[in-house]
C-alpha cells in the first residue's frame, strides 16, 4: 500500500465517531480525499492534511482546514482536525440502525484512540438525532458513552458573568405513544423478524446548569 492509500486509511479510522453511534457499513467503505496538500513522515508516524481538507468513508465526513494523524509506538493513533477562522472543523455520520446521523463541530476536534475519547475545543457543538448540546468544551467518553460538557475552555467553568453556558436540548425518550402496550403478533407460520431497535443515544452529562439555547439573531 503506498503512503496517500495508508493515510487515507488512517484517518478513516481514527476520526470516524464514536463506535456506538457509527454506521458499521462505514468501515467497508473506501476513503475519498480530497485536500491542497498532504505529508508524510513515515519515521515520525506522522501524516498531515492540509488545506480545504475533506474526508468522505461511507456515510462518514469530515471538514476541517487540516488534519494531523500520529501514532504511538504501541500503534495507537490520534487524530487533531482543526478549521480556519470562522470556519469550523466539522464531521457528519449516520448513526447505525436508525434513519438519524450524528454531527459535531469545533474550533478544534481531538481524537485518541487508545483512551477512545473525543474532545472538541471552542465554540463546540454534538447533535445526534434531535439531541443536542453546545459549550466551549465537549468530551465524549466512546468506552463509557457518555459526554462531560463545560461552559469554560479546556474542561473549565466559564467566569462569572461571561454569560457562557451550557446550552442542551434532549427529547424524552421511551414515549408511551411511540411504543405498543403488547408486541403485535404476526400470522400463524409467519417468518418475519421483530424490527432491530434503534442505537442508544449517549447520555449526557453536564458539567454546568443547562438552559434551553437561546435564539440567534440571523446574521
Not at 179 to 197: I, V
Amino acid at each position: 500500500m503506498n503512503a496517500i492509500s495508508r493515510l487515507a486509511a488512517l484517518a478513516g479510522i481514527l476520526l470516524s465517531t464514536g463506535p456506538a453511534w457509527a454506521e458499521k457499513a462505514d468501515a467497508e467503505k473506501p476513503v475519498n480525499l480530497e485536500a491542497d496538500r498532504v505529508s508524510v513522515d513515515d519515521v515520525k508516524k506522522l501524516q498531515i492534511f492540509e488545506g480545504n481538507v475533506q474526508l468522505v468513508k461511507g456515510t462518514l465526513i469530515i471538514r476541517a482546514e487540516r488534519i494531523v494523524v500520529s501514532q504511538d509506538d504501541d500503534g495507537y493513533q490520534r487524530g487533531v482536525a482543526t478549521g480556519s477562522g470562522s470556519a469550523l472543523a466539522r464531521f457528519r455520520q449516520k448513526r447505525e440502525g436508525v434513519d438519524e446521523y450524528v454531527e459535531g463541530e469545533a474550533e478544534r476536534i481531538e481524537h485518541d484512540a487508545r483512551n477512545e475519547k473525543t474532545e472538541f475545543f471552542m465554540r463546540a457543538r454534538v447533535k445526534s438525532g434531535q439531541d443536542e448540546v453546545r459549550g466551549q468544551y465537549i468530551s465524549y467518553d466512546a468506552r463509557n458513552e457518555q459526554y462531560v460538557v463545560t461552559s469554560g475552555p479546556d474542561g473549565t467553568r466559564a467566569r462569572p458573568g461571561s454569560n457562557e453556558r451550557v446550552r442542551a436540548v434532549i427529547q424524552p425518550k421511551n414515549k408511551k405513544e411511540d411504543a405498543p402496550a403488547t408486541p403485535p403478533k404476526g400470522k400463524p407460520g409467519s417468518t418475519s423478524a421483530a424490527p432491530r431497535p434503534a442505537a442508544p443515544v449517549p447520555a449526557l452529562k453536564s458539567a454546568q446548569d443547562i438552559a434551553n439555547p437561546r435564539e440567534e439573531t440571523p446574521k
